[in-house]
């Protein structure tokens, strides 16, 4: 089994941000494949299905961002899902929209949802689609920025990217962590 993990804020104040593209991209992943969410006992949104040949289980976690391991890690102690079975979408600031790159075995980088999911996983072997958010082009606070919503024209580019990002969790999927690597990580923009 894998589970997928995107990452982001509950509630209407934060749907469709910058911030949220975790939450946007598992929605997505469930709207392509014909599942529905449904709330869970371990704080967060979930939905099982069979996905690229394997059992994948769908994750959203409701804890905030900043405390998405409690849920994630009860999730994987339940299931007995090893950490390389678990995938993570997550905003980086540090790639252009629409980029990603995938990483393994690598530190927070500031990020505190995956800060938490390294605390409660007990470890920074899982699998992370860092997916580009862009940085500001003013000296508008990362904070506002990252909590703001896409602009029309990022929309576009969202719509695109997400189509690629499912083809990037499919390889790895179906074909491993290295295969899916080396396709994702090699692509230019």
Do not use: C
Not at 76 to 104: C, M, S, W
Request: proline share 3%.
């Amino acid at each position: 089994m894998y589970v997928i993990v995107g990452l982001g804020n509950p509630g209407k104040d934060y749907a469709l941000t910058r911030h949220n593209i975790g939450f946007i991209f598992v929605d997505y992943l469930a709207a392509e494949h014909g599942l529905t969410f449904k709330g869970s006992k371990w704080q967060a949104e979930t939905v099982k299905g069979q996905l690229w040949g394997q059992s994948v289980l769908l994750v959203k976690p409701q804890t905030y961002m900043n405390k998405s391991g409690l849920a994630v890690g009860q999730i994987a102690n339940f299931y007995q899902v090893p950490n390389e079975n678990i995938i993570v979408v997550h905003d980086d600031l540090d790639l252009e929209l629409g980029r990603t790159k995938i990483v393994v075995n690598r530190g927070a980088g500031g990020h505190n949802g995956i800060r938490s999911l390294i605390e409660h996983l007990g470890g920074n072997d899982f699998v992370r689609f860092r997916f580009g958010i862009g940085r500001p082009q003013t000296a508008e606070a990362v904070s506002n920025y990252v909590l703001s919503r896409f602009s029309s024209p990022e929309q576009q580019v969202l719509a695109e990217s997400l189509a690629n990002l499912e083809q990037g969790v499919a390889l790895l999927v179906s074909q491993g962590v290295m295969v899916a690597m080396n396709k994702v990580n090699s692509e230019k923009d």
